[in-house]
């Protein structure tokens, strides 16, 4: 016997099973006979429940007047089908009442400290390229007053694009087609002198808005007739080197030191410009400003204290800076020299020279036209041996005496210091160059 649940349970489902048939009929395919075979998808419904009719179908439904219909798409002119043949553009010769700015297309050639950041206005190609080119430019400039330039090549197909030499490729395989040039000219027309981006990108979106009349004289493509320059891109020189494209930016660490060139020859050039504060300071008679030769000796050196821990207290408090040694670094670099200067015959007749700066207080003796001059080592042998110890303890003069070569910025030493720093390539110590006001 059955419990009343489970049949209450039966019955509901052969109900939700008779629904799902009644809301949603298919269409069955017939065998031959005619019936339709039965589906092995939905339950059959139970004989209480009556079978639904079959829907009407598309076409015996009668359509809603209410509905509007969707509308056909539109066909597209541009579809082709496989196998047809595409149809070119063609040159469409130009008005021949437009007069085209004539020139030399050397007066207008595109040099290396333009832009770097530039805007390709157009490209010409083939043998009028040159001569729409200095039409272009000029009307850029006359016009528009935007500094425009042309970059020309003359390319040579076939394994040779070196200027004046031929072709090297056997006649036969430069081009499929023999009566084909071989050889042809190009000239880009470039606009602008931009030293960023975003200074180009706004040039950029100036340029794609001008209608330069020049065009409409010249023979052009039939898809290019009227567009201008809306086909302008931005690019940069390419006499320009790139690594002077973003100058004096910074360069993150990641797995090892990099260099950056840039900064590497600001910084050597900032080394050449004489402070105006230090420039005061070495206005004494002993001034190193008044050495003539490139090279000199350093023999002593004051300077402050310094440490390597970035959160010392002591270096935050006032007492203890001014209590430094920088403090009495110019008075104990003068007093050596007066020193050495009553003991001539320690340094043979060479002058005493001081220079202070910023940090440190100076001692150098001597004028010499290399560091290797017999007369440095000589002199370094004298300072180390000769200077009597008593001397030494009343006048307080450091031993051993510090003799370092070190470069004078003049003219002369500029120019070994610069020749130094590039054959070197940061492989080898150089000399410092101590900066001095031109003479």
């Not at 009644?22 to 004989?47: C, D, E, F, K, W």
């Not at 065009?215 to 302008?232: F, I, N, T, V, W």
Request: aromatic content about 6%.
């Amino acid at each position: 016997m059955r419990r009343p649940i489970a049949m209450m349970a039966m019955t509901s489902l052969s109900f939700l099973a008779s629904t799902a048939v009644a809301q949603g009929p298919s269409v069955r395919p017939t065998n031959r006979g005619g019936v339709a075979p039965p589906s092995r998808l939905a339950p059959t419904p139970p004989s209480n429940f009556a079978r639904p009719a079959t829907p009407a179908t598309a076409a015996t439904r009668a359509p809603n007047a209410g509905q509007a219909q969707a509308p056909a798409p539109a066909a597209d002119s541009k579809v082709y089908r496989s196998g047809e043949e595409i149809a070119r553009s063609e040159y469409v010769p130009g008005d021949p009442n437009v007069t085209l700015a004539a020139g030399r297309v050397e007066d207008y050639l595109l040099q290396k400290e333009h832009g770097p950041f530039m805007v390709v206005a157009m490209t010409f190609r083939g043998a009028e390229s040159s001569r729409y080119a200095v039409a272009l430019t000029r009307e850029l400039r006359e016009q528009f007053q935007l500094p425009a330039y042309i970059f020309y090549l003359k390319i040579k197909p076939g394994r040779s694009n070196i200027r004046d030499v031929s072709p090297t490729a056997a006649v036969t395989s430069r081009n499929g087609d023999l009566a084909a040039p071989r050889a042809y000219d190009e000239a880009a027309v470039l606009v602008g002198h931009c030293k960023t981006i975003d200074e180009a990108g706004k040039l950029l979106h100036s340029v794609k808005k001008l209608r330069p009349k020049c065009l409409d004289g010249m023979d052009q493509l039939s898809h290019r007739r009227g567009k201008y320059l809306k086909s302008a891109t931005m690019t940069t020189n390419p006499l320009a080197a790139s690594q002077n494209l973003y100058p004096g930016r910074e360069v993150r660490m990641h797995g090892g030191a990099e260099v950056d060139t840039y900064q590497l020859i600001d910084r050597i050039a900032k080394t050449k410009q004489v402070d105006p504060f230090v420039a005061k300071l070495n206005g004494n008679r002993r001034s190193l400003y008044h050495c003539p030769g490139p090279y000199t000796l350093q023999v002593a050196e004051f300077s402050g204290r310094s440490t390597t821990n970035a959160s010392d207290r002591r270096f935050f408090s006032d007492k203890f800076l001014g209590t430094s040694p920088l403090g009495t670094a110019y008075d104990d670099a003068e007093r050596v020299a007066d020193v050495l200067e009553k003991n001539s015959n320690w340094l043979q007749g060479m002058k005493v020279y001081t220079y202070h700066d910023r940090t440190t207080s100076r001692v150098v003796v001597g004028s010499f036209a290399s560091s290797t001059d017999p007369a440095v080592l000589a002199l370094k042998n004298r300072l180390v041996n000769q200077v009597p110890q008593k001397v030494v303890q009343e006048q307080k003069i450091p031993l051993p005496l510090n003799t370092t070569p070190l470069l004078v910025g003049t003219p002369q030493g500029a120019a070994i210091h610069d020749t130094m720093v590039q054959q070197t390539a940061g492989a080898v110590a150089v000399p410092e160059l101590i900066p001095i006001p031109t003479r």
